[in-house]
């Protein structure tokens, strides 16, 4: 299973864009990067995911390095809202399911 | 997209006795999983919950402690068999097309006292 590395915490002032890094250097060729989000007292939040290329869509962007070893989930302007731990996903494949296993992901505090 | 309701949202229980989670898709999905998040911890998975046939655990978790039914593509319950103290965590159900985007509810909040 590919292991994804991510800093504890971090902090974004409103209004600007929060970058959340992943390491994920042991990912194979056919592994997808997927990232989700836990807003307090709510269920995690899928956002977006990616192979190799580039990918935007309404909530965030995620830039995959070109070696795939690691990416960044890009908040183009951050609001308390997304005050959140997020977690980058590389799923478990078993046959029949993709599993999801969370790490402890980052904590981002979006502040006034 | 679906939406995943889940009931109890939450419930304080005397040690000793079970509680039964219920988790509804809006929607047929091929997927369902069960998630234990204790106190101020990440998501740990329970299981797949397989529809017409008995629940795949993961290591640590055993079907006499964590009985997982599912009756159709819509639906699946969660019981917390004996419980005690450490059992208190909050409950999440998933549901999912079988890839890496998969759908969460609100989760159960669950107090042994």
């Known amino acids: 299973d590919a292991k994804t590395t991510q800093p504890t915490s971090m902090d974004c002032a409103e209004g600007r864009a929060a970058n959340l890094p992943c390491n994920h250097s042991?990912?194979?060729?056919?592994?997808?990067v997927y990232w989700y989000r836990q807003i307090h007292s709510q269920g995690p939040q899928y956002i977006i995911h990616g192979l190799k290329n580039n990918e935007t869509n309404e909530m965030a962007s995620l830039i995959i390095t070109e070696d795939r070893k690691s990416s960044t989930l890009i908040l183009p302007h951050a609001t308390l809202r997304d005050t959140a731990v997020y977690y980058c996903?590389?799923?478990?494949?078993?046959?029949?399911?993709?599993?999801?296993?969370f790490g402890t992901g980052t904590r981002l505090q979006v502040t006034l | 997209s679906a939406v995943i309701s889940q009931k109890p949202s939450r419930d304080i229980c005397q040690r000793g006795t079970s509680l039964t989670i219920q988790c509804q898709v809006d929607s047929q999905v091929t997927m369902m999983f069960w998630y234990r998040q204790q106190p101020g911890q990440s998501l740990t998975l329970i299981a797949t919950?397989?529809?017409?046939?008995?629940?795949?655990?993961e290591s640590g978790f055993v079907i006499d402690k964590f009985p997982i039914s599912r009756p159709n593509l819509t639906f699946s319950t969660l019981t917390v068999s004996n419980m005690s103290p450490e059992d208190s965590s909050i409950y999440l159900c998933s549901a999912g097309a079988g890839g890496g985007e998969a759908f969460f509810g609100q989760g159960t909040r669950l107090t042994v006292v």
């Open positions: 996903i590389v799923p478990r494949h078993t046959g029949t399911a993709s599993k999801l296993t």
């Open positions: 919950a397989n529809q017409g046939s008995e629940a795949t655990y």
């Open positions: 042991t990912i194979s060729g056919n592994e997808y």
